[in-house]
């Protein structure tokens, strides 16, 4: 294993990817499925070559930097928002908050259902931000191509009428119109080492505990929680839990789709 801890070493060393953030197992899982591409045989045979070539260099960051993400990313969680975002129509608005935004698909689902549920732009504000400043040079794009595996079209058939929200892009991409944009803000922000934020009506973090390591999670579920004011609503992935001391500060709104209510009190 001296190995393998020393290739991690190596690329948190010279690369931007803080490999110690993430769990072992999937880690290993990745740096193996390059390890096969290249014919490596062991460890120490692959830091050689990420040491030769800037081209796997680049392409091992990619295979760990799961920005993997989708508009509209499991329906039912967003039939549910739907009826937040509802109940915010006639305020003074709502702040949301997309922690862990990737190419920004999901604040940007954020900023469109709100617009669609009746909420007038200057009513929604939408912080998007992520660790990944290369995922987050794509969101403030707003570009999305369709691929093999992933239909964007599809995706946006959750609206009623998506050609409010986005353009066309040639054949098979859409780009997000300028006023949908307008609500978005992106930003860095590491959720392990940066300090929390305040007041948020809703936060959606959601789809990167699963990947990171165990003693990392409460830091994140502490920054997130003490970001949301009393009352306001936690989402979370669709495999994602709150752990122990972080689950006493919300009752389940929907438990089945993972969204929580904040319960008033400190940390
Ligand atoms: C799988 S994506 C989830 C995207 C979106 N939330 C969703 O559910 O579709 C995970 C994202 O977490 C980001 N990430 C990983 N570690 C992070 C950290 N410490 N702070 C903030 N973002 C982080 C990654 O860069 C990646 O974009």
Redesign the pocket.
Known sequence: MTDFKDLLSYVERETEFATS?YDDSYLDRRVSARMRRCGADSYAEYLDVLREDDEERVALLDTL??????FF?DGKVWSALEDVFTDHADSSGISIWSA???DGR?PYSLAMLALDAGLSPWQVDVLA????QD?LARARAGRYQSTRTADIREQLDFLEDPLEYVERDGDHGFVVADHVKDVVTFER????TDEPKSGFDLV?C???CIY?DKQYKRPILDTVSASIRTDGHLVL?QTETLPNGVKERFEAADPRIRIYRRLPGDD
Do not use: K, M, P, Q
């Open positions: 953030y930097s799961v920005n993997v993400t989708e990313r862990a935004c990737a999901e931000t992520d660790i990944d995922a922000h590491d959720l392990i959606c959601r789809n990167v990171i992935g």
